[in-house]
């Protein structure tokens, strides 16, 4: 079993940075950052494969957000940029298995989320 931990969300005015980070306890073959806003259902947002590096965005964040991974303290991170209101919400990462995309349902592993707010 994988446990997994966020880091580094938080308040930050609109167009500006953040990077949230992903702390595994193991290897994880896939991992994939998601986002929950209020009232509004999962959304899965980008995705990496561990051992070719290859990633995967929703276009909602395509060309500000940009996952990446420190192989060797098993941690993958969001470094997301030109934030906007509308990505406030829970931000999780989750770890899969071979079926690698984007839905949820794949994913069985999931860290406990950690809040960003843009104002």
């Known amino acids: 079993e994988v446990q997994l931990v966020e880091s580094g969300g938080g308040s930050v005015e609109a167009g500006g940075s953040l990077r949230l980070s992903c702390a595994a306890s193991g290897y994880t073959y896939c991992t994939g950052w998601f986002r929950q806003a209020p009232g509004k259902e999962r959304e899965g947002l980008a995705r990496?494969?561990?051992?070719?590096?290859?990633?995967y965005y929703a276009d909602s964040v395509k060309g500000r957000f940009t996952i990446s991974q420190d192989n060797a303290k098993n941690t993958k991170y969001l470094q997301m940029n030109s934030l906007q209101p509308e990505d406030t919400g829970m931000y999780y990462c989750a770890a899969g298995g071979m079926i690698c995309g984007l839905d949820s349902d794949n994913y069985g592993y999931w860290g406990q989320g950690t809040q960003v707010t843009v104002s």
């Open positions: 990496i494969i561990t051992y070719s590096d290859n990633t």
